[in-house]
């Protein structure tokens, strides 16, 4: 893996913080390599996140988008939120399990699982194919 300075945990934990912390379409934009593709097959049909985006500028406009919609009323509950990151054969592949717990302004709680597929080129996002559903 030439060129490669970061760890798989790494570029997960950019990802997260660009993506669903910071809402920052920009960012995570950069975080793929420029033909890099960002799937979410589970979205429906007509949601605000396409189910393929292929390219920095695709992802950059499907992700802001995205964001454009109200973020979740309340925060993530850090404490009983977690993940599982799993290495596979392919060193430039790795799968995340995510156990998110989100804290609602009126005291309940929603949790959230979801897994997510990475594959890297360098310390680029080559792939990501998120599959999680938004509530409703």
Same mark, same amino acid.
């Given at each position: 893996?030439?060129?490669?300075?970061?760890?798989?945990?790494?570029?997960?934990?950019?990802?997260?913080?660009?993506?669903?912390?910071?809402?920052?379409?920009?960012?995570?934009?950069?975080?793929? *390599?420029?033909?890099?593709?960002?799937?979410?097959?589970? #979205? $429906?049909?007509?949601?605000?996140?396409?189910? /393929?985006?292929? =390219?920095?500028?695709?992802?950059?406009?499907?992700?802001?988008?995205?964001?454009?919609?109200?973020?979740?009323?309340?925060?993530?509950?850090?404490?009983?939120?977690?993940?599982?990151?799993?290495?596979?054969?392919?060193?430039?592949?790795?799968?995340?399990?995510?156990? *998110?717990?989100?804290?609602?302004?009126?005291?309940?709680? #929603? $949790?959230?699982?979801?897994?997510?597929?990475? /594959?890297?080129? =360098?310390?680029?996002?080559?792939?990501?194919?998120?599959?999680?559903?938004?509530?409703?």
């Amino acid at each position: 893996m030439e060129g490669v300075t970061l760890s798989h945990r790494e570029i997960f934990e950019r990802y997260v913080y660009t993506g669903p912390i910071s809402r920052n379409a920009d960012a995570v934009a950069d975080l793929f *390599t420029e033909d890099g593709v960002f799937e979410a097959p589970l #979205m $429906p049909a007509g949601h605000a996140l396409p189910r /393929r985006m292929e =390219g920095r500028a695709a992802i950059r406009a499907g992700i802001g988008e995205y964001h454009r919609e109200p973020a979740f009323d309340g925060k993530v509950n850090v404490e009983l939120s977690g993940y599982v990151l799993h290495e596979t054969a392919d060193p430039d592949t790795f799968i995340c399990e995510i156990d *998110t717990v989100l804290d609602d302004a009126d005291g309940t709680r #929603m $949790p959230v699982s979801l897994v997510q597929i990475y /594959r890297v080129r =360098g310390d680029l996002i080559a792939m990501l194919r998120d599959y999680f559903a938004p509530p409703g």
